[in-house]
T-cell receptor, first 109, second 116 residues
Framework: QQPVQSPQAVILREGEDAVINCSSS?????VHWYRQKHGEAPVFLMI?????EQKGHEKISASFNEKKQQSSLYLTASQLSYSGTYFC??????????FGTGTQLKVEL | DTAVSQTPKYLVTQMGNDKSIKCEQN?????MYWYKQDSKKFLKIMFS???????INETVPNRFSPKSPDKAHLNLHINSLELGDSAVYFC???????????????FGSGTRLTVV
């Protein structure tokens, strides 16, 4: 079953922060995060392997709550270049990535 | 140097035709995938190959047949195309254990298939 992301869409002013959540009905082994710009391929942002793990990637970071089967992506001081659709990808069985429903993020001036 | 390349980028064809999409990666990855992205942007896995061996085959109609001549190539052949096959098809690759290891997926630029 596909992980559910929230919100479905969000519009930010440049410099604002956002949180994107990813929730699974299954126990998770790992969580990936990707960004896809319009008309382009998804691009890998980061992977979280352990419950409680947090990772950072410039002003983009993520956390993984294994017990709650959830992950969150944090975007701080957003820039125009952050616009795109964000996908979480979850792995339950090992080596099979199931992508979430996607969150469309638009950053405006 | 393109890491994962797919051809063609666009494919417009009539219902009932047979078509192929080719994918090649020069990253030295062991595992390759085909994903389908529909009009609502849902990305759904279709197939996964590890070192030329099929390891994941989701419930995809048997009109879709992947072929991996070597670990750097994964092609997708589609028979008797239907309107519902219209979508963007992405090839991806990763090192072994991509989902459960420390390795993200690298995607190709996609093939937009339109069946008319």
């Amino acid at each position: 079953q596909q992980p559910v992301q929230s919100p479905q869409a969000v519009i930010l002013r440049e410099g604002e922060d956002a949180v994107i959540n990813c929730s699974s009905s299954k126990a998770l082994y790992s969580v990936h995060w990707y960004r896809q710009k319009h008309g382009e391929a998804p691009v890998f942002l980061m992977i979280l392997l352990k419950g409680g793990e947090q990772k950072g990637h410039e002003k983009i970071s993520a956390s993984f709550n294994e017990k709650k089967q959830q992950s969150s992506l944090y975007l701080t001081a957003s820039q125009l270049s952050y616009s795109g659709t964000y996908f979480c990808g979850t792995d339950s069985k090992g080596n099979k990535l199931t992508f979430g429903t996607g969150t469309q993020l638009k950053v405006e001036l | 140097d393109t890491a994962v390349s797919q051809t063609p980028k666009y494919l417009v064809t009539q219902m009932g035709n047979d078509k192929s999409i080719k994918c090649e990666q020069n990253l030295g990855h062991d595992t390759m995938y085909w994903y389908k992205q529909d009009s609502k942007k849902f990305l759904k896995i279709m197939f996964s190959y590890n070192n030329k061996e099929l390891i994941i085959n989701e419930t995809v109609p048997n009109r879709f047949s992947p072929k991996s001549p070597d670990k750097a190539h994964l092609n997708l052949h589609i028979n008797s195309l239907e309107l519902g096959d219209s979508a963007v098809y992405f090839c991806a690759s990763s090192r072994l254990g991509g989902a459960k290891g420390n390795y993200g997926y690298t995607f190709g630029s996609g093939t937009r298939l339109t069946v008319v």
